[in-house]
């Protein structure tokens, strides 16, 4: 399984950004796809998850309303559309996929089995 996540930048608050992770090496239909940000000196954190099959999506507190998760599954691809940045957004995002779980979505870190190289987020105020 690869994983290849882009779209990063520097932003200022209030800007938007798209970010995209192309999935490649196996089916995905049925998993769940997830992103994760880590700002320095953090730990991992959960930010937003798709279940491949379905699109059923499930998002932490604190981007619920301003960030959307999506699919395009021709292009084996998951977006994740972040507008109204924050300057606490800063991190580097990470996406990931869970390949074990085959209903609901889990938030760990450790739930998922691959993850991609992670692309920065910068948003200044």
């Known amino acids: 399984v690869q994983l290849q996540a882009s779209g990063g930048g520097l932003v200022q608050a209030g800007d938007s950004l798209r970010l995209s992770c192309v999935a490649s090496?196996?089916?995905?239909?049925?998993?769940?796809m997830g992103w994760f940000r880590q700002a320095p000196g953090k730990g991992r954190d959960f930010v937003a998850a798709i279940r491949w099959s379905g699109g059923s999506t499930y998002y932490r507190d604190s981007v619920k309303g301003r960030f959307t998760i999506s699919l395009d599954n021709a292009k084996n691809t998951v977006y994740l559309q972040m507008n109204s940045l924050k300057p606490e957004d800063t991190a580097v995002y990470y996406c990931?996929?869970?390949?074990?779980?085959?209903?609901?979505?889990?938030?760990?870190?450790?739930?998922?089995?691959?993850w991609g190289q992670g692309t920065q987020v910068t948003v200044s105020s």
């Open positions: 090496g196996r089916t995905f239909s049925g998993y769940v």
């Open positions: 990931a996929v869970d390949l074990t779980t085959t209903t609901g979505i889990y938030t760990r870190p450790n739930r998922y089995d691959s």
